[in-house]
């Protein structure tokens, strides 16, 4: 979705630019920015080849099947069926990309830019890419680049068998590429050090969105709502903030608050899901919270704006939170821990509140401190929503990227 709202501002420019999905089909909640382009590195054929030697040498027709967008979205929906040691050695094999057992998928990606012509530029999703971008370097001849987006917590989060190799796997590769684009500065100065990089060689550029046509609502909810939007997982924390909504209902001083959770949600979250709907059951609070998963992008913002306080108290350091300046351009302040980039994000936007996650109870008291004082959020959510225009949108930072990033590299206008 990032992406996706990037390359439309690029487009909107005069710039052509063609987005190619690896290994998922894209999941947008909005229309695609470019045409219907194949997948490469599609995840079935990724571990089939990466299992079997026979899938190494199928034909074409073969492969196109197992990349099929309806057959990948299924797999997608069954994402806990990897096994550790399966990701970890998957893991491994696309980053040996065409040294390894993946070959044919690198050919793939090859063949097809030299069939539609040479790019001026290439831009990599992620630096987990960065071992078919030194190919693509080095046989199209043209400038590289790889978005650094929390790479850092899938890396870590590997068997430790595989861990080390993985990480110096992509260290060899990402020195070789032109440079890599850090959403905030707590994230590339992390990455610079773990991938034994040199300062240069990263540029900081924040994650952006398309903010024309978003109107907060100027008039305070008429509910009081806590809002979480993101995936509905343990590592997002939102059973810390279920949590904390309890202890907020029992405090006696938020007898009105209402609690709305949204986000993505897979086979594999379900559990957890109803786990924390049993908590807020058991605390009786069935009139007071609603949990709406994988809703649409005309949800989101009518959600985003219904709340007077939004949170997502992660467990790990985000490398930058697209959902916080969702929330913040919807008009709603947040609620963040003390780290990652959340610092960079309120220092620049003064559209919310950050609290110490080592210390119990700071998250509750912050919130009770915003939802107590519902003029002086709707005041905050206001200023955040201000700043996201000026400083987040992508009709501005898509034009920095251009001339701040990509300058010495000019990119091909319509």
Excluded at 50 to 77: E, G, M, Y
Aim: charged residues 25%; contains cysteine; proline residues 6%.
């Amino acid at each position: 979705m990032r992406d996706n709202s990037l390359a439309k501002q690029l487009i909107a420019q005069g710039h052509d630019v063609t987005m190619l999905p690896t290994y998922l089909p894209h999941f947008l909640d909005e229309d695609s920015a470019t045409g219907d382009e194949p997948i490469f590195f599609g995840g079935i054929n990724v571990y089939l080849q990466h299992k079997f030697s026979l899938f190494r040498k199928t034909p074409a027709w073969v492969d196109k099947t197992f990349d099929n967008k309806w057959l990948l979205r299924k797999a997608a929906a069954r994402s806990g069926m990897t096994s550790s040691k399966d990701l970890g050695e998957i893991t491994l094999s696309t980053f040996r990309g065409e040294d390894g057992p993946l070959v044919k998928e690198v050919r793939k990606v090859l063949d097809w830019f030299k069939s539609q012509g040479t790019p001026d530029v290439l831009l990599l999703s992620t630096i987990m890419l960065a071992g078919i971008g030194k190919v693509l370097k080095r046989e199209l001849k043209i400038p590289v680049y790889g978005f650094l987006q929390g790479e850092d917590s899938f890396l870590d989060s590997l068997l430790p068998e595989y861990r080390m190799e993985a990480w110096k796997l992509l260290s060899q590769d990402v020195a070789k590429l032109d440079g890599c684009i850090a959403p905030s500065k707590y994230f590339g100065n992390l990455m610079a050090e773990r991938l034994s990089l040199p300062n240069g060689k990263i540029k900081f550029h924040p994650n952006g969105i398309t903010t024309e046509g978003i109107i907060p609502n100027e008039d305070l909810p008429q509910t009081s709502a806590l809002g979480y939007l993101a995936r509905l997982c343990p590592l997002k924390g939102l059973d810390i903030l279920v949590d904390a909504y309890i202890e907020l209902k029992e405090s006696g001083k938020h007898d009105d608050l209402h609690l709305k959770i949204a986000g993505g949600m897979t086979d594999e979250d379900g559990p957890f899901v109803e786990e924390q709907r049993s908590k807020l059951l058991r605390a009786g609070l069935a009139k007071f919270f609603t949990i709406s998963p994988n809703i649409s992008r005309e949800e989101k913002l009518e959600f985003l704006k219904s709340l007077t306080v939004f949170s997502v108290p992660a467990r790990y350091s985000e490398a930058f939170g697209l959902y916080v300046i969702e929330a913040m351009l919807a008009g709603t302040p947040v609620v963040l821990p003390d780290s990652g980039a959340f610092p960079e994000i309120i220092e620049s936007t003064q559209g919310g509140r950050l609290y110490d996650p080592s210390t119990s109870g700071m998250l509750t008291e912050t919130l009770d401190q915003l939802l107590s004082d519902s003029k002086a959020a709707k005041s905050m959510g206001l200023q955040a929503h201000h700043a996201v225009r000026e400083k987040y949108a992508n009709e501005i930072l898509s034009k920095k990227l251009v001339q701040e990033v990509l300058a010495p590299h000019p990119v091909n206008q319509k």
